[in-house]
């Protein structure tokens, strides 16, 4: 990889010093729908506004065709809900006796919110004149910075099963609502407010844009177009383990909260995952302040 990264720093050098060429330094910002896509196979999940900044160099090989890098921080957003929850499970509590979970609540929501730094490799052609029209297409490599998710405060009506006593704990008309081993169904369990991390792979996209250059002076344009990134890979590669709301043994009131992008449910059939790719999708407009800093002879 290194060496292929050192042969095209040699020959676009080549190419700069060999032949006249145009450089242009943009500096530009964006913002529309910017999300993390996925399909869940409980609740919704819908897509939010983010943006992205950052700098574009632009080499022109001919007046209208050229070749462009660069750096760009990017900001991605998605939302989940679901209503009616229910999920059960065989774990241990801390006495590390078997029991069954189960657990209901009459809502969940989860934000998930992304940082990628992404590096373009685009082929960019334009006309010449005083409005110049320009269109761009390539791929990003994503970098992830930053991935976490949100949960607000939730009520969770929870209960453990004993098949061996064959009891329910969490019943307040028995007397075994029993909130230091987590249990209770009336009231509802109160759930602490989570603000979770989440690993990411690198993201692999595709990138076209389209616009107009508003040429000012021969040194200065200003951009307007439309910009739409597709990812092409899923950002979590490991197959969800964890139930959603998962029972702490060391310590049984405070539940830990994963996120429904890394998490399973109980089915008629088995556990099944909540989500089976999450990818990034960004689309919206753009500007940029463009300069040219070719030397003039």
């Not at 080549?14 to 993390?36: D, N, P, W």
């Not at 160099?57 to 070749?67: A, K, Q, S, V």
């Not at 407010?193 to 021969?218: H, Q």
């Not at 139930?243 to 310590?251: F, I, L, T």
């Amino acid at each position: 990889m290194k060496k292929i990264i050192l042969l095209v720093i040699a020959l676009l050098g080549y190419i700069t010093a060999s032949s006249q060429t145009t450089h242009e330094l943009a500096f530009f910002g964006g913002t529309g729908l910017s999300a993390l896509t996925y399909t869940p196979t409980k609740g919704k999940a819908s897509m939010e506004i983010g943006g992205q900044f950052g700098v574009h160099y632009y080499l022109y090989l001919t007046p209208h065709w050229g070749i462009g890098s660069g750096l760009g921080l990017t900001f991605y957003n998605a939302h989940f809900s679901a209503g009616s929850f229910t999920d059960h499970y065989d774990t241990q509590d801390m006495d590390r006796k078997n029991f069954e979970f189960r657990m209901e609540m009459t809502r969940y929501d989860e934000r998930q919110r992304a940082t990628f730094l992404e590096i373009p490799i685009m082929a960019r052609f334009r006309t010449t004149g005083a409005r110049q029209i320009c269109a761009a297409a390539g791929v990003k490599i994503g970098i992830p910075l930053q991935f976490g998710y949100q949960t607000d405060k939730l009520n969770a009506a929870t209960s453990g099963f004993y098949a061996y006593d064959n009891v329910v704990f969490g019943k307040p008309e028995d007397g075994t609502a029993f909130t230091y081993m987590g249990f209770s169904s009336s009231p509802p369990y109160t759930l602490d407010a989570t603000d979770g991390k989440l690993n990411a792979t690198v993201s692999w996209i595709l990138a076209a844009e389209a616009g107009v250059n508003w040429v000012y002076s021969p040194q200065f344009m200003f951009y307007t177009g439309l910009y739409i990134d597709y990812g092409l890979n899923s950002l979590i590669e490991d197959d969800p383990t964890a139930a959603m709301v998962e029972y702490n043994a060391a310590s049984p009131q405070n539940y830990i909260i994963n996120s429904v992008l890394t998490s399973k449910y109980a089915t008629e059939n088995g556990r099944k995952a909540f989500i089976d790719k999450v990818s990034t999708l960004s689309l919206g407009l753009k500007i940029a302040f463009v300069f040219d800093i070719s030397k003039k002879k």
